[in-house]
C-alpha cells in the first residue's frame, strides 16, 4: 500500500464518529470479558427487566433495539452459548477471512458455508433467537476479542419482528445500524456486509409486513455511503412474483433456510467476497 493510500485510510478512520448508545446501558458491567460476579447476577434476571429504562421504571420501547442488553432463554443458558462462542473466537485470534455475526440463520449456516466457501476461513458467532440488542451485548462482552476478520457478514433483526408493535420498525432499522456502527468500530480495516432481514411467512401477516417495512427504514439509512460497508437486499432473490416466498429455499417453518436456501445466499455473496479479497 502507498502513502496515499495510507493516509486516506487513516484519514477515514479519524472520521467515523465513536459509538455512543442512545441510553447508557444499566449493567455494572458495560464491557469487558470475563464477566464479574455482579454483571452474571445481573443479566440471570429476565430480559424485560434489563430493558433501557426499566432502571429508572421507564417505558422505552424505542430504545430497546438500540441499547445493548443480553439474552435469555431461562437459567444461564443463553450465557453458557455466549461463553461457548467466546472460546471459538479466543481459539481462532488473528487473522480470519470472514466473521460472520447474526441469529440462528447465521448459525445454521453450518455445512452449507464449507460446501459453498470450502476456502474461506470463518468465525461464525451467530445465536438462535438473538436481536439486535443481544449481538450489541455479545459484541462489547468478549465476542469478537481478538480476531482480526478480513470481511464481516451482518444479518439480524428478524427476532426484533416479534417486539415492532411496541418499538416500531424505525427502531429495529437503527439496531442493524448500531450493530454495524459497533462492527466498524471494532474493526476499522474490514470490510462490512450488512445483508437486509430475509422475507419470510406470507404477504399480509405483520411479521411479513414489517420486514419489508424495516428493510425500507434500512435502505433509508444510507449505510452503503461508508466506503467499507455493502448492503446486501435479498428480497427478491427469496420472493415470488407474487410476493410468496419461494418455498424451496426455506424449511417448513417459513423462516429459517434449506441447503437450497443458502445456496441462493452464498450465489449473491460470493461476487461481494471476491470483491473484498481484491482489495
Not at 480470519?96 to 449456516?109: E, H
Not at 460446501?115 to 443481544?134: C, E, L, M, S
Not at 459484541?139 to 476479542?145: A, R, T
Amino acid at each position: 500500500m502507498n502513502l496515499r493510500l495510507i493516509l486516506a485510510a487513516l484519514l477515514l478512520c479519524s472520521a467515523l464518529p465513536a459509538l455512543e448508545y442512545a441510553h447508557k446501558p444499566a449493567d455494572p458491567q458495560p464491557s469487558g470479558w470475563p464477566l464479574t460476579a455482579e454483571e452474571k447476577a445481573f443479566i440471570a434476571k429476565p430480559e424485560f427487566e434489563r430493558r433501557p429504562g426499566r432502571e429508572v421504571n421507564q417505558h422505552l420501547p424505542q430504545l430497546w433495539p438500540v441499547v445493548p442488553t443480553a439474552g435469555f432463554f431461562g437459567g444461564d443458558s443463553w450465557l453458557k452459548i455466549h461463553e461457548g462462542l467466546v472460546k471459538t473466537v479466543q481459539a481462532n485470534p488473528g487473522p480470519v477471512d470472514v466473521l460472520l455475526v447474526g441469529d440462528s440463520i447465521t448459525i445454521q449456516w453450518g455445512a452449507s458455508w464449507a460446501k459453498q466457501f470450502p476456502d474461506r476461513k470463518a468465525v461464525n458467532i451467530g445465536i438462535g433467537g438473538d436481536k439486535t440488542q443481544n449481538v450489541l451485548w455479545r459484541l462489547d462482552h468478549g465476542g469478537v476479542d481478538g480476531l482480526q476478520p478480513k470481511t464481516i457478514v451482518l444479518m439480524i433483526g428478524n427476532n426484533n419482528m416479534f417486539f415492532t408493535s411496541e418499538t416500531g420498525v424505525d427502531a429495529a432499522a437503527k439496531g442493524v445500524e448500531t450493530c454495524a456502527r459497533n462492527l466498524r468500530e471494532k474493526f476499522p480495516d474490514a470490510e462490512l456486509i450488512v445483508a437486509k432481514i430475509l422475507p419470510c411467512h406470507a404477504p399480509k401477516s405483520r411479521f411479513y409486513e414489517d420486514i419489508l417495512l424495516t428493510n425500507a427504514e434500512i435502505e433509508k439509512l444510507n449505510l452503503g455511503a461508508d466506503p467499507k460497508i455493502r448492503v446486501l437486499d435479498l428480497t427478491a432473490d427469496f420472493l415470488n412474483p407474487d410476493g410468496t416466498i419461494k418455498k424451496a429455499l426455506y424449511t417448513p417453518d417459513n423462516i429459517h433456510l434449506s441447503p437450497e436456501g443458502y445456496a441462493a445466499y452464498a450465489a449473491r455473496l460470493k461476487p461481494l467476497l471476491e470483491a473484498t479479497s481484491k482489495r
